[in-house]
């Protein structure tokens, strides 16, 4: 079955310590973007990656680190320097062929302890 | 800049029918997402419109005004189940950001 998986669906981490999260696809989609989503807010956008080896900063990047050397990976890293980390991660995808709907993970719910 | 605005939070009652407004102002833009997400969910894809005018999707409907920078999901028939919040997006052009606005928290009450 096609569809993007984010993993893990829990993690807890202590203060000041790197993380990275998993963002998987196999629906051959161009386009992979990061958001973050407090409680009561929408979706910000961290990061996006258009295509393989190049990615763009989106509205809250500072402490968000990314790598897309995959067309299907595109982990996100939680730096020590994002200084308010836990919230809601999810990670969507979209192909670019025709304008279509972003596919959406499951999401993965990050606590700092 | 980019931006896009919606209310906070709306109430309806079952069996009645909501119009949820989206507005919008971005110098790129391919088309206009209506996402669901239900309380710690992922979003659902509801519809997507390019072109003006309205399309209708069993109880959901949504419209776009491009020169308007306006579009709103018109839900009818309302259901408990439809309680949750309604995020509008739009596709920026060129720049290819997918921009959320903060959603729509929507309570069904009976």
């Known amino acids: 079955d096609g569809g993007i998986t984010q993993s893990p669906k829990y993690l807890f981490r202590k203060e000041g310590q790197n993380v990275t999260l998993s963002c998987e696809q196999n629906?051959?989609?161009?386009?992979m973007y990061w958001y973050r989503q407090d409680p009561g807010q929408g979706l910000r956008l961290i990061y996006y990656?258009?295509?393989?080896?190049?990615?763009q900063k989106g509205d809250i990047a500072e402490g968000y680190s990314v790598s897309r050397e995959k067309k299907e990976s595109f982990p996100l890293t939680v730096t020590s320097a994002q200084k308010n980390p836990t919230a809601f991660y999810l990670c969507?995808?979209?192909?670019?062929?025709?304008?279509?709907?972003?596919?959406f993970g499951q999401g993965t719910r990050l606590t700092v302890v | 800049g980019q931006n896009i605005d919606q209310p906070t939070e709306m109430t309806a009652t079952e069996g009645a029918i909501v119009q949820i407004n989206c507005t919008y102002q971005?110098?790129?833009?391919?088309?206009l997402f209506w996402y669901q997400q239900h309380a710690g969910e992922a979003p659902t894809f509801l519809s997507y419109?390019?072109?003006?005018g309205l399309e209708e999707k069993g109880r959901f409907s949504s419209f776009l005004s491009r020169s308007k920078g306006y579009s709103y999901l018109l839900l009818k028939e309302l259901q408990m189940k439809d309680s949750a919040s309604y995020l509008c997006a739009f596709d920026g052009g060129a720049t290819n950001k997918l921009i959320f606005g903060t959603g729509t928290l929507l309570a069904v009450q009976p």
């Open positions: 990656s258009q295509i393989v080896n190049d990615f």
């Open positions: 629906l051959n989609h161009d386009a």
């Open positions: 419109n390019v072109l003006d």
């Open positions: 969507a995808s979209q192909g670019r062929d025709t304008n279509t709907e972003a596919f």
């Open positions: 971005t110098s790129g833009f391919n088309g």
